[in-house]
């Protein structure tokens, strides 16, 4: 059926808003062009008159906000008046009295709303609606929840001041928070209820949630209506300069009569056409409340924070149950999920305030949208469009955008076969009958039945042994019964404990295996350990006068002896393993008779040269190795020769017997050089001369064909007058014997061996 327009204007989009007034279906739609707006008949759903213009009365997008409300043959709308949404406008059209809207594009009356629902009370209307705060600029872009009225008899302004504009326009802000040191808003209103009697107070709830970029939750805040009327009673709030913030204004700066009251026949100004233009003025710049509207018990009676959905829509029956005097309160999220929760029945007539969400009490939640039926299971088809009750049918109805569901209000029958299921739900549609079975009651039942709304004790009633076995029957489509989650859970902690159980006894087995392993590596490594020679034992045996030429034995490739004798079989020690710094370096043979002799020996002998010849004769006492001290080959027995007393002996220091250097330098050195044939080793020659060992300090030069083989370099500076460090002789004191001259060595260099850079 294509309402107030052609089939071909209409086939892209229609906007339908309905609105009930004496029989009548209120119809608006909107073609590509414009809106368009007509009256229908409820029982023949035939044409009422003429179509009408639905500019103000119907938005071009159904993104757009869009209220109406019917009351005294006039329609109030709050929507936006052009296609890019910019003018939003609260109209009052049709009837009898002039059309009046809100002023434009004024940020003070409005910023960028979205209105959410208007109900009547008394003589105004009150339009919900959420928009930027001007009055929080400093803070960027917030989002408040607002209350806004206008009286119903309002006639417009003067042709001055407000002409065809509301003179009776005000707003304030609706606070649903959780108390505290800093309270936790939920400034975005989503959705109202109209207004209901709770314990004999007129009350609405809204639907709140918080900000995209805050923590993720929604809550459900009911407003008294007289409080509300209260706050528009009170002060204004104002802006002196754009710079500046807002104030109250003071009482002594409000015009008389008060601006934003109803004129009424009888007082002094009868019209608000005849309000004089202070008052018009006032009520133009001055549209904002400076207290917020409280919500009862001052905290929220139903909150979900971090959850899955946000909550968006709202109905409530205030008269649930069978003897309806209950409050059961349905919400629909974003989802299609929906949650049922019971209002405390003496949680609004307390005057303290109570804890957030003690006074409702959490029902059931279930789903409503079936992908097999609506369509794919997307979340834009998913997303819910509208929630209304039908109290006579006891259902809900959904609208979704490919379908519309109908579900029941409750889910008595999952609860039959145990009485403490049925009574611990403390459902206020659901009783247990005599006969066995929780059903659905109907009003004012002829049957008997048994409730537990209070909450009390059910636990004498026993444990529900037949639930598990009824869920097979009883489950909603869609869902997953109760035995085979059951069944998986235990299934899977049984693969779990095996799969453990193997895990750990697989674990321990190769643990054992590795360490059986490493203590049979370890008894090998002791076995073996008995061929090695150790290096210490060596040492000694070596001290004791061995021989050392055990150690020039076929050698393995990692340079230890392949065989020993029983001799040396008790010089094995099996707790030390050799090291690379303890494995000796193998030794060149040195030429002639003796075989034992080595590099270092030269060394220290050339050294005790230097210190000292009566030194000199001790280190080459036994130079032969055949063990005799004191003998020569060619001369007979020698004597060590000892210094006159009294004689002058230079002081020792640490790099030597040099005398002490007042500071190092490199370009000052001493060298000992020794010549030398070709072949590597010290070969006999003819005999040469103390000048031959040159004492190098940078001022002398190298004799020409001289054969360097050795240098021996030591830092010295500035050696002292009569040390050992320069050409020539020392004067000498008077009785201190005949001059000390150098020692030949020549005889004994042609022992030493060279050491090649590899270390052999």
């Not at 119907?58 to 993104?63: A, R």
């Not at 006039?74 to 002023?103: K, N, Q």
């Not at 009490?361 to 609506?374: D, N």
Request: charged residues 20%.
């Amino acid at each position: 059926m294509v309402l107030g327009c052609g089939r071909r204007e209409c086939r892209n989009f229609i906007k339908v808003m309905l609105v009930r007034n004496q029989n009548l279906l209120f119809v608006c739609g909107t073609n590509a062009f414009n809106p368009i707006c007509a009256n229908y008949s409820m029982d023949t759903l035939e044409p009422v008159g003429d179509n009408i213009s639905g500019m103000a009365r119907c938005p071009y997008d159904p993104k757009h906000a869009n209220v109406a409300l019917f009351t005294g043959g006039m329609l109030f709308t709050a929507t936006v008046t052009d296609f890019l949404a910019i003018d939003a406008v609260i109209y009052r059209s049709l009837g009898d009295s002039p059309t009046l809207r809100t002023v434009k594009h004024d940020s003070k009356w409005f910023k960028e709303p979205y209105f959410v629902h208007a109900v009547e009370w008394r003589s105004h209307v009150y339009f919900f609606f959420r928009e930027i705060a001007m009055e929080f600029n400093y803070l960027e872009k917030v989002v408040v929840s607002r209350v806004a009225r206008v009286c119903k008899n309002d006639m417009g302004g003067s042709q001055r001041v407000l002409e065809k504009q509301w003179t009776s326009f005000l707003k304030a802000r609706l606070n649903c928070s959780v108390p505290g040191d800093s309270h936790f808003y939920f400034n975005v209103i989503h959705a109202v209820t109209d207004i209901l009697e709770l314990n004999g107070r007129p009350v609405v709830l809204a639907v709140f949630s918080t900000p995209t970029n805050s923590i993720p939750g929604s809550a459900v805040c009911a407003f008294d209506m007289t409080q509300v009327a209260a706050v528009f009673e009170g002060r204004f709030r104002e802006q002196k300069s754009p710079e500046s913030i807002w104030t109250a204004v003071p009482e002594d700066m409000v015009p008389k009569p008060r601006p934003g009251c109803c004129a009424a026949p009888g007082m002094r100004y009868n019209s608000s056409s005849t309000f004089p233009d202070e008052i018009l003025t006032f009520v133009k710049t001055h549209p904002l409340m400076d207290e917020a509207v409280p919500s009862l018990g001052n905290a929220p009676w139903i909150v979900r924070t971090m959850s899955r959905y946000q909550l968006r829509k709202i109905v409530v029956d205030n008269t649930a149950g069978p003897w309806g005097n209950h409050t059961v309160v349905f919400l629909g999220s974003s989802t299609g999920t929906i949650l049922k929760f019971l209002i405390h029945p003496n949680a609004t007539s307390s005057p303290a305030p109570a804890p957030p969400g003690s006074q409702s009490i959490f029902l059931e939640e279930f789903e409503t949208y079936q992908p097999g039926r609506c369509g794919r299971d997307t979340e834009d088809e998913r997303r819910l469009l509208g929630l209304e009750l039908d109290k006579a049918a006891g259902s809900l109805l959904l609208a979704f955008p490919p379908c519309v569901a109908r579900v029941p209000v409750a889910r008595c029958q999952q609860h039959s076969g145990c009485i403490k299921s049925c009574l611990g739900s403390r459902d206020p549609y659901c009783g247990w009958t005599p006969e066995g079975s929780c059903v659905f009651l109907e009003p004012s039942p002829r049957t008997a039945f048994e409730q537990d709304i209070s909450g009390g004790s059910t636990s004498h009633l026993g444990e529900c042994e037949g639930l598990v076995t009824e869920s097979f029957v009883d489950e909603p489509d869609g869902l997953v019964s109760v035995n085979l989650l059951v069944i998986s859970s235990v299934a899977a902690f049984v693969i779990g404990a095996v799969i453990s159980g193997f895990s750990v006894c697989w674990f321990i087995g190769h643990r054992d295996r590795k360490e059986l392993a490493r203590r049979k590596d370890k008894e090998t490594i002791l076995a073996h350990s008995e061929s090695v020679v150790s290096v210490s034992r060596l040492g000694e045996r070596r001290a004791r006068g061995g021989q050392p030429g055990a150690l020039l034995a076929p050698l393995m490739p990692n340079g230890w002896p392949k065989e020993l004798g029983k001799a040396s079989q008790h010089d094995l020690d099996s707790g030390v393993l050799p090291t690379p710094e303890q494995t000796p370096l193998q030794q060149k043979r040195c030429p002639g008779a003796l075989q034992n002799c080595t590099w270092e020996q030269s060394h220290n002998i050339i050294n005790a040269a230097l210190r000292d010849p009566g030194e000199l004769e001790a280190e080459l006492s036994d130079s032969s190795g055949d063990g005799h001290w004191g003998r020569d080959h060619h001369e007979g027995p020698r004597t060590r020769q000892h210094p006159p007393a009294g004689a002058r002996r230079p002081p020792r220091s640490s790099y030597g017997d040099f005398g002490g250097t007042p500071r190092p330098s490199p370009d000052r050195r001493r060298v000992v050089s020794a010549p030398g044939g070709e072949g590597g080793d010290f070969v006999e020659g003819p005999p040469w001369h103390p000048e031959q060992l040159n004492f190098n300090a940078n001022n002398g030069t190298q004799r020409p064909g001289a054969h360097l083989k050795r240098n021996h370099t030591f830092n010295s500076g500035e050696a002292p007058a009569g040390g050992y460090g320069q050409h020539g002789t020392a004067p000498r004191a008077p009785g201190a014997g005949p001059p000390r001259a150098l020692t030949d060595l020549h005889h004994l260099l042609r022992y030493g061996m060279e050491r090649t850079p590899s270390g052999k």
